[in-house]
């Protein structure tokens, strides 16, 4: 879940090589905002051929993503040849390489009672709690809210009740409110968790709960480890705040032009805006047809 782009005077960085680095092993790119266009589409025959070519080049694909695994494999079906080699999904705390999960994070059962319980005392939040082996929507949501947040977390349950939650294991829950979030409330809220669980913002009227040190870099760590790979030898394309330490740690990291300033603050570069296509655009010029 993405968000229109702010200005605060984070200055605009510059468009990224016209030409593959030569030590570039891995691209790992985020969803909602970046790597899809408004609507959630992508043009897949203008893909297809350049997720060939990056399989010729010995360069892995990588989505990151604070949605759920099983929505983010639904864009990219194996029998055409779309798979990504690498999945980190849930902000970080789920992560899958060549089809097997590396990892599988969520919050001791201790502290989910205790966010359940400052979530149910919120008026006016909607929210689907998510983890390993699933996710979980109250049944008392609107169909509005239904809709959209499945949408996000296909593999889901319903619960009559906020605390039956309780004994699932969860590695984020998306909060959105369509009023938007202050930075008061957010401050309120990250009190009031008392570290259980970490409060980023994914859009003006999401924002993401996951667990303490894990993001999209630290998913993203595990993958490069996995393969013998380093940050330096990555490229990573983001929008949002949620984005930020992983455009800050690799090596060519890509804000988009509807970027926010967090995430732009963040990268060394800068895409043409999702709607654009802006990263089929740079693959295009880093993977070219012979």
Do not use: C
């Not at 350049?50 to 399989?55: A, I, T």
């Not at 990588?62 to 639904?74: D, P, R, T």
């Not at 040190?213 to 330096?232: E, F």
């Not at 570069?269 to 990263?279: H, K, M, R």
């Amino acid at each position: 879940m993405s968000q229109a782009p702010e200005t605060d005077g984070a200055a605009r960085p510059p468009a990224p090589p016209a030409r593959r680095p030569s030590a570039l092993r891995v691209v790992a790119v985020d969803m909602d905002g970046t790597f899809l266009r408004t609507g959630s589409t992508y043009d897949r025959d203008r893909f297809a051929p350049l997720r060939s070519r990056m399989r010729e080049a010995g360069v892995r694909f990588v989505v990151a993503s604070g949605n759920q695994e099983a929505q983010l494999l639904g864009f990219f079906p194996a029998a055409d040849g779309l798979a990504p080699d690498g999945v980190v999904s849930d902000n970080g705390a789920i992560v899958l390489a060549d089809g097997a999960r590396l990892l599988e994070t969520h919050v001791p059962m201790d502290a989910l009672a205790r966010v359940l319980a400052v979530l149910d005392d919120a008026a006016g939040l909607t929210f689907i709690a998510s983890g390993p082996d699933g996710a979980y929507l109250r049944e008392s949501e609107t169909p509005e809210m239904r809709e959209l947040l499945t949408f996000y977390h296909p593999q889901y349950q319903y619960v009559a009740h906020t605390a039956d939650i309780n004994g699932h294991r969860v590695s984020k829950i998306a909060l959105v409110d369509k009023r938007g979030f202050t930075q008061v409330f957010l401050d309120r809220l990250s009190a009031a968790l008392e570290g259980a669980m970490v409060p980023v913002v994914s859009g003006h009227d999401s924002v993401d709960l996951i667990v303490p040190g894990r993001h999209k870099a630290s998913g993203l760590d595990v993958l490069l480890d996995h393969w013998g790979l380093t940050r330096g030898q990555a490229a990573a394309f983001g929008d949002s705040g949620n984005d930020a330490e992983m455009l800050t740690g690799v090596g060519y990291g890509i804000a988009m032009e509807n970027a926010s300033p967090a995430a732009r603050r963040g990268a060394r570069f800068t895409a043409p805006a999702n709607d654009e296509d802006g990263v089929l655009q740079v693959l295009d010029a880093w993977f070219p047809a012979d």
